[in-house]
């Protein structure tokens, strides 16, 4: 049972990222759970424990491994099943003797966006006291490595993934577009007359890669470099924003 649980951003691996908050919450918890996942989670565990020496805590780490989603079934019931199970997989590490303190789970980028760690502790029976810890998100991360604002003057931003980015396209209302959670490339299916894609992974690390430019003439370098970047590194997480060139929202009349 967890009466007390602390969900920490750590931006996106990088210790600098995690925020002073972050570091003394790191440093309070009694356990700390962490996630071994799949065929990365030998890199993905090593960048987690990087953070929590530069932490300098003293919680029990208590690893769980984390569940496939079953590609059988239909989209919003295969998230929704696999919450469930990370869910129980968490109460199992823990056991049935409840922890002398809160329980912490490192969150990349930021607890509050495209990150389901609130809904699935939500699932826990009993709720426990929940406190968030905001992070760097991958967004701030990308817009910084690049030294570019995220919206131009009066412009709309919208944050979108790219399974909808696949369905929709770019909607012809926005102006700024930031993509997560693309492991397709799915830039490479729209028409790009007009737009400017700023792209990155591993960022605000030592492997950290960008590019920019126009997509029609930067899109397949892009999709290449990724594909590179994931079978040297045996993991990716990137992110990416596409801007209309020349764009202007119309004034309205006087």
């Known amino acids: 049972m967890i009466e007390d649980l602390w969900l920490i951003g750590i931006g996106t691996g990088s210790p600098a990222h995690v925020t ?21 989670k030998d890199a993905l565990a090593a960048l987690r424990y990087g953070i929590l020496e530069a932490a300098e805590t003293t919680a029990e780490i208590r690893t769980f491994e984390y569940p496939q989603r079953d590609p059988a079934l239909p989209y919003a ?43 699935i502790a939500a699932r826990l029976d009993p709720h426990p006291r929940l406190r968030v810890v905001p992070g760097i998100t991958a967004i701030q991360a990308l817009t910084a490595a690049h030294a570019i604002p995220l919206n131009t003057v009066g412009g709309t931003v919208r944050i979108t993934t790219g399974r909808q ?21 799915s830039f490479r299916g729209l028409d790009p007359e007009g737009l400017q894609i700023w792209w990155g992974a591993y960022l605000g690390s030592e492997a950290q890669v960008l590019r920019s430019g126009p997509l029609a003439e930067v899109a397949e370098d892009i999709a290449a470099t990724r594909a590179e970047a994931r079978a040297r590194h045996g993991w990716i997480m990137d992110t990416y924003l596409l801007r209309r060139r020349g764009h202007r929202r119309a004034a309205s009349a006087p």
């Open 20 to 40: 002073l908050e972050g570091m003394q919450a790191l440093r309070d918890a009694a356990v700390i759970l962490l996630p071994l996942k799949g065929e990365d």
């Open 77 to 119: 019931e295969r998230v929704s099943a696999w919450h469930d199970e990370i869910a129980r997989r968490w109460a199992a590490a823990l056991g049935l003797e409840k922890p002398s303190g809160p329980v912490a789970l490192l969150v990349w980028g930021d607890p509050s966006l495209y990150d389901s760690t609130i809904r």
């Open 165 to 185: 980015l696949r369905n929709t396209g770019f909607p012809q209302d926005e102006e700024t577009l930031v993509v997560m959670l693309d492991g397709e490339c």
